[in-house]
């Protein structure tokens, strides 16, 4: 511990904000479209936020996050 921290008696290693995606996934933006093979969910899928480049939408997992993120209700 250094001796700032040891001052206000904090540590200056731990992760104050390390929930702040609690909840906030690609899986549950409104944006997202999950894909799914013919052997069920792969885990990844497609963010639709943005028009897409010339390789298609980007593709994404489950658990990503990005600040474009919008909860969608039904998820």
């Known amino acids: 511990m250094s001796s700032e921290s040891a001052e206000c008696g904090v540590d200056v290693k ?26 069920g969910n792969t885990g990844l899928g497609r963010c639709r936020k943005h028009a897409p480049t010339m390789g298609g939408y980007p593709a994404v997992f489950l658990n990503d996050w ?4 919008k909860l969608d209700e039904n998820k």
């Open 14 to 39: 731990e992760d104050h904000w390390k929930h702040r995606t609690k909840g906030m996934s690609c899986a549950r933006c409104m944006w997202f479209v999950e894909k799914i093979s013919d052997k």
């Open 66 to 69: 990005c600040g474009d993120h």
